[in-house]
């Protein structure tokens, strides 16, 4: 029995037959019994005050069931969408928290704002009784630009907000940071854009909600990421419903990359309105309005200083950040600039002192969260584009000034509020250097020079904080929920084994990795063992998938309850075999007497955990169905070096990635195949963030220049290199399975090793993300 | 108005209106909803079909200009039994997806691709996916899915 053992093995994935053949049911795939189709009027203006809605024409057109707008919506007393994180700001007070109305209270602050929802039979019906709906719009002046957004005078989105401002947080010592920066041997200081991104799963958002007359019940199906807080957030904070009455399933999951955690206006006017109109109602997003209605990504304006000694060490870092909310708060927009962020600051790095200050501003643009990365990204984009500069600027090649400021002794406390676990950065660095052959990269760049092309080259060694969270910390941040884990294991009378978990798959490939630690814990095939995930109706309770915390947090409830399941079992064995619990052991799916051949396999114990005819009835219950919570000790925290090398043409600016190689450290990996699919795809999207993606607002009227696949530069097949990647492994030390989340560490990690390959390749000190060929070609021939 | 053709094999027809796109048919009308929708430009390919042997993108297309056609989805391209075409394989076998949800017209045109280019390079098979964007995989390992499947096509 000993080859069920399967950790550590790229074992297919279970969830890719259905996906193969056409078979995967997603949101739009669910078409319910008199379904109806929901179409929304979005706002065409950044910012309009709405002096009236006539809605006469479009109730007449056919089809039409029911059109809802913002006074319907305030006649019902429901409530804003709720932010998911108070942040206390540098006075002690709390952010300004904006009502995010469902549907627009007389104002619209963005374009694709939703102002009125027409429900229908079909849904061409639905969109074209939608262009009847007549607004009376009275256009304000916009502002979509933090910096913009902070000047005195300037358009003002929320009277609860004046200047705009949700908040203005620090983090670390500011007196101690300027002292060191007053006595430093250098300083390194650069300011930069981090530019905004639309995360474009694939799948675009969708929802059916619909209503039970017959015990008073709403389900709702949704593409998102984590179903229980969805409801939780829809009923307890919005709609006032009781929370049990509410069924969300999110089936399969689309991609999802954080736009998919939230709770969004979509999702409770459907369900509010399923209600109203007595009919299932389905709403899929137009990709046009995914672009103006899914919360977008980064958005920052950063000046950064480095302070060093003159052998290269680090003595202080300081940050002054302005950070996009959007026009509202999202979910958890307000705790990615900071929580997730500027505690990241230290990277792999001993800097003694750390200070840094955020100011998050409103601005009439598409609300602003977690996108792949959340915060991360954005802290490393700093801290190693400072480093890589500095090391120019002082002449001291860029791997030795990372190596002489490593952390090397953990755990490892750093000023931002953080204690490191455990890692070894020395060692991803040294691996990555040899996959990328760093010590032949001059004869490369000679030879590329020949041809007339530009070859540079760039690190990036990052880290970033996983496994959100210990619930007490993250509570004591401001965060307004729990972030613990919940599982169930049920073995089944014949052994076979449904897992439940409170963790979602929307591509992370769950079916198969759990089950590969649920099989080779009870000694049994991977193919006995179905995950059930996404559904509030089926799994007990559940906070989601994000900040790669589904196998630390989530696989660790699994392997708390697996602990039960065995520890009955040996109880049952013990019974059976006729020798005291303490005797048995558990090995390769057999309960055993230890030291004895007297044994019993795992489906007889699970049969007679079912049929228990010979049991100890006066100290067990029958049955064999386990639970656990778990909330997490500390963050995990993988961390890796990325190592990008580029060709550029000067003549064309066309800059062409010729090697990327990436070594992580993700602590434990249950299958190597997973885990390097999910570094491809990371990579991908730093890379594109870095080269061609850019969301782009026209800061004269507000518009989305770039609110299609047409303007929106996805990264495709032909501009991104095949990877070479790499592990090293130091155990997570809190959980049993001793790992550490690996979903977003190439978006981390990529965008500055590729930034710093280019200003390499070039011989400049900057340039602004996305580098595209234009970009390059200006800075490649000097023009402005 | 009526419209027939044939769809993974089989006759079908169906009432549909002048403006429904060949991809509303696909999914709406003969509930085949392996094809999926995932822009409004023509630019993700998540609907790429097979009609009259050629990859075509589904919603680029009015029903009605299917009239007559011999159409192939996703949920045709495996055989009777269930025994998955190489190009399904080679993905299964590569990791050549994740979510899925782009899954099904990156297989449509990737049988294209090897069919016009036999034993294509690296080169050739990014160049060819062009029209198909995937937001998980990285590319990286459906281009040596693509690649193993086109020794076996």
Known sequence: ?784 | MKISMTVNGKPVSAEVETRTLLVTLIRENLRLTGTHVGCDTGQCGACTIHMNGQAVKSCNLLALQAEGADILTIEGLAKADGTLHPMQEAFREHHGLQCGFCTPGMVMSAVDLVKNHPNPSEETIRAELDGNLCRCTGYHNIVKAVKAASAKM
């Open chain 1, 1 to 784: 029995m000993g080859d069920m053992n399967t950790i550590g093995v790229s074992v297919k994935r279970k969830e890719d037959y259905r996906f193969l053949t056409g078979a995967g049911n997603y949101t739009d795939d669910v078409t319910l019994p008199h379904q109806s189709y929901a179409c929304f009027v979005r706002s065409p203006h950044a910012h309009a005050k709405i002096k009236g809605i006539k809605t006469d024409k479009a109730l007449k057109a056919p089809g039409v069931l029911a059109i809802y707008t913002g006074e319907d919506w305030a006649a019902a007393k429901v409530g804003g969408l709720p932010c998911g994180w108070l942040i206390t700001d540098v006075n002690g007070q709390p952010m300004k928290e904006p009502l995010h109305p469902c549907l627009a209270q007389g104002k619209a602050n963005h374009v694709g704002d939703q102002i009125a929802v027409v429900i229908a039979e079909t849904y061409n019906q639905a969109k074209d009784a939608a262009e009847l709906v007549e607004v009376d719009y009275e256009v304000l002046p916009a502002v979509v630009d933090v910096a913009s957004a902070l000047k005195k005078g300037a358009p003002q989105i929320h009277e609860a907000a004046p200047g705009n401002t949700c908040y203005v947080w620090a983090l670390g010592d500011k007196g101690a940071t300027d002292k060191a920066f007053a006595s430093a041997a250098h300083v390194t200081k650069l300011e930069f854009i981090n530019n905004r991104l639309v995360p474009n799963a694939i799948e675009p958002r969708a929802v059916n909600a619909s209503y039970a007359r017959h015990d008073e019940s709403y389900t709702l199906y949704v593409a998102n990421q984590n179903p229980h807080v969805e409801r939780l957030l829809m009923t307890a904070f919005v709609l006032g419903l009781p929370e049990q009455k509410v069924r969300v399933i999110a089936p399969d999951v689309g991609g999802g990359f954080g736009s998919k955690i939230y709770l969004y206006a979509e999702d409770v006017v459907l369900t509010w309105a399923s209600k109203h109109v007595n009919r299932p109602i389905k709403w899929t997003a137009e990709r046009s309005e995914s672009f103006v209605s899914d919360a977008h990504g980064r958005d920052h304006a950063t000046t950064a200083e480095l302070a060093l000694d003159k052998d290269g060490k680090f003595l202080a870092l300081r940050v002054h950040t302005k950070a996009a909310m959007g026009a509202y708060l999202s979910t958890f927009g307000s705790c990615v600039p900071t929580i997730l962020y500027a505690t990241l600051l230290a990277g792999q790095y001993t800097t003694p002192v750390i200070y840094a200050e955020v100011t998050a501003v409103f601005t009439n643009t598409v609300p602003v969260d977690a996108y792949r990365g959340a915060g991360r990204p954005e802290a490393t984009y700093v801290v190693e584009r400072l480093v890589e500069t500095a090391a120019r600027e002082m002449k001291i090649d860029p791997a030795e000034i990372r190596r002489r400021n490593f952390i090397k002794t953990f755990p490892y406390q750093t000023p931002v509020a953080l204690q490191y676990d455990i890692g070894d950065y020395e060692a991803t660095l040294a691996e990555a250097m040899k996959i990328a052959d760093v010590a032949g990269f001059p004869a490369r760049r000679a030879e590329a020079a020949k041809r007339g092309k530009k070859r540079g080259l760039g690190y990036s060694c990052y880290i970033e904080a996983c496994g959100i969270a210990p619930s007490a910390v993250a509570g004591a941040l401001g965060a307004r929920a729990g972030l613990f884990e919940a599982g169930e294991i049920r073995v089944h009378p014949t052994g076979k084994v449904t897992v439940f978990t409170g963790s979602h798959s929307h591509g992370q490939g769950h079916e198969t990795t759990f089950a590969q630690v649920v099989a080779s814990r009870l000694g049994i095939p991977v193919g006995d063992v179905d995950v059930v995930h996404g559904d509030t109706g089926r799994v007990l309770f559940g906070m989601g998938t994000y900040g790669s915390r589904s196998l630390a947090v989530g696989g660790t409830a699994l392997v708390k309850a697996l602990d039960k399941v065995v520890n009955k079992g040996k109880k049952i064995a013990a019974h059976l075999l006729e020798a005291s619990d303490a005797d048995i052991e558990f090995k390769d799916g057999v309960f055993k007497v230890a030291g004895t051949d007297k044994a019993v396999p795992f489906g007889s114990v699970a049969l007679t955990a079912y049929v228990p005819h010979n049991y100890p009835h006066d100290k067990l219950e029958p049955g064999l169905n386990e639970q656990a919570f778990y909330d997490p000790a500390n963050f995990t925290f993988p961390a890796g070096s990325h190592i990008c090398e580029v060709e550029i043409d000067p003549d064309t600016g066309v800059t062409k990635i010729v090697n990327f190689t990436a070594v992580d450290d993700f602590g434990n990996i249950v299958n190597p195949m997973i885990v390097e699919g999910q570094v491809h795809g990371g990579l991908t999207q730093g890379i594109g963030q870095a080269l061609t993606e850019a969301c782009v607002y026209d800061r004269e009227n507000g518009q989305l220049v770039t609110g299609s696949y047409l303007d929106y530069c996805m990264p495709r097949a032909d501009d991104v290199p095949s990877y070479k990647v790499g592990t090293k492994v130091t155990a997570c030390t809190h959980n049993p399975l001793g790992v550490k989340g690996c979903g977003e560490a190439g978006a981390i990690g990529a965008p500055p090793a590729l930034i710093n390959a280019i200003t390499d390749a070039l011989g400049i000190r900057e340039i602004e993300m996305p580098a595209t060929p234009e970009r390059v070609w200006r800075a490649a021939n000097k023009k402005d």
